[in-house]
């Protein structure tokens, strides 16, 4: 909110709304305690919010201690993540989160299952408090996936690591492939200014406003018309997509919003997520329509 709170709605299951309930709540709830927040970002089960003075605090379930405060208990109410005092940017997957700092390093914390925190564990370790991401030190941004994790470079590349069973690492997959504990460089990505991690694909905006995206495709949501290939190893180029001023990934469909004002999606669509007025699945790009 423009006061700094935090406002939250839905399912409430382990506390991630933040009131101190675990009661599901159809309109917006309060969040305990938040009143100098600059940017919040929600998961899976759990809700972390970036604060003023560089710190951040995160609730609801901490079941693979995705809260990052040294501990493995869900909180109902928002906790202080564990030395973190220079983030500037927050994002949260589906178990497990991440920092962007001020010296353009990033730290993460949480489930690990796959490699997504990037300190190099090929054990898959869970951290209760956030250890740094490996060979990073020029990143200026940050998204998460389920189990995944990727940041946009200063020279515009972008490097993911964790899970990449359905290639949303962006890399030539070979057996040895499957995951990655820490940063591996896009492959086709030179010009990003913007990138979205979904669920199991990842995207990028590009500097001449087109969009490029890789990863699972089964429901059409890497845009390229093709979905008879699955997944997509490498970014692909978004058909039809040429002034594109933001991209958002979701579960199994991506969005853009155009210079226009107007928004274009693709992917699955059998709930309707794709605006259109149907309930049909579109490997390219359709209108939302008013």
Same mark, same amino acid.
Request: net charge negative; glycine share 12%.
């Given at each position: 909110?423009?006061?700094?709170?935090?406002?939250?709605?839905? !399912?409430?299951?382990?506390?991630?709304?933040? =009131?101190?309930?675990?009661?599901?709540?159809?309109? #917006?709830?309060?969040?305990?305690?938040? +009143?100098?927040?600059?940017?919040?970002?929600?998961?899976?089960?759990?809700?972390?919010?970036?604060?003023?003075?560089?710190?951040?605090?995160?609730?609801?379930?901490?079941d693979r201690n995705a809260l990052g405060n040294g501990s493995d208990v869900d909180s109902t109410t928002p906790v202080l993540v564990s030395n973190i005092s220079t983030a500037i940017q927050i994002s949260?997957?589906?178990?497990?989160?991440? %920092?962007?700092? +001020?010296? &353009?390093?990033?730290?993460?914390?949480?489930?690990?299952?796959?490699?997504?925190?990037?300190?190099? =564990?090929?054990?898959?370790?869970?951290?209760?408090? #956030? *250890?740094?991401?490996?060979?990073? &030190?020029?990143?200026?941004?940050?998204?998460?996936?389920?189990?995944?994790?990727?940041?946009?470079?200063?020279?515009?590349?972008?490097?993911?690591?964790?899970?990449?069973?359905?290639?949303?690492?962006?890399?030539?997959? =070979?057996?040895?492939?499957? !995951?990655? !504990?820490?940063?591996?460089?896009?492959?086709?990505?030179?010009? %990003?200014?913007?990138?979205?991690?979904? +669920?199991?694909?990842?995207?990028?905006?590009?500097?001449?406003?087109? %969009?490029?995206?890789?990863?699972?495709?089964?429901?059409?949501? *890497?845009?390229?018309?093709?979905?008879?290939?699955?997944?997509?190893?490498?970014?692909?180029?978004?058909?039809?997509?040429?002034?594109?001023?933001?991209? &958002?990934?979701?579960?199994?469909?991506?969005?853009?919003?155009?210079?226009?004002?107007?928004?274009?999606?693709?992917?699955?669509?059998? &709930?309707?997520?794709?605006?259109?007025?149907?309930?049909?699945?579109?490997?390219? #790009?359709?209108?939302? *329509? !008013?």
């Amino acid at each position: 909110m423009n006061d700094n709170t935090v406002k939250c709605w839905g !399912e409430n299951d382990e506390g991630r709304l933040g =009131d101190g309930s675990m009661l599901n709540s159809a309109t #917006p709830v309060l969040v305990s305690g938040i +009143s100098n927040a600059t940017q919040v970002s929600a998961g899976g089960y759990h809700t972390c919010a970036l604060l003023s003075d560089n710190t951040v605090k995160c609730w609801g379930s901490n079941d693979r201690n995705a809260l990052g405060n040294g501990s493995d208990v869900d909180s109902t109410t928002p906790v202080l993540v564990s030395n973190i005092s220079t983030a500037i940017q927050i994002s949260v997957g589906g178990d497990h989160s991440c %920092a962007l700092l +001020s010296d &353009s390093t990033i730290k993460c914390w949480g489930y690990n299952i796959s490699g997504q925190l990037g300190n190099g =564990d090929e054990y898959g370790n869970d951290s209760d408090v #956030p *250890v740094s991401v490996l060979g990073i &030190s020029t990143a200026t941004q940050i998204s998460i996936g389920m189990n995944h994790s990727c940041a946009l470079l200063n020279d515009k590349t972008v490097k993911c690591w964790g899970d990449n069973f359905d290639n949303q690492l962006g890399i030539v997959y =070979d057996e040895d492939d499957r !995951e990655k !504990e820490s940063p591996v460089s896009v492959v086709d990505v030179s010009d %990003a200014i913007q990138i979205s991690a979904g +669920s199991q694909n990842t995207c990028v905006l590009l500097s001449d406003d087109t %969009a490029k995206c890789w990863g699972r495709n089964q429901y059409g949501q *890497v845009g390229n018309r093709d979905t008879s290939r699955l997944p997509i190893e490498t970014a692909e180029a978004v058909v039809g997509i040429t002034t594109a001023s933001q991209i &958002s990934v979701g579960n199994r469909h991506v969005c853009v919003l155009l210079n226009d004002t107007t928004i274009k999606c693709w992917g699955g669509g059998t &709930s309707g997520q794709l605006g259109d007025g149907t309930q049909s699945s579109s490997g390219e #790009p359709v209108s939302v *329509v !008013e």
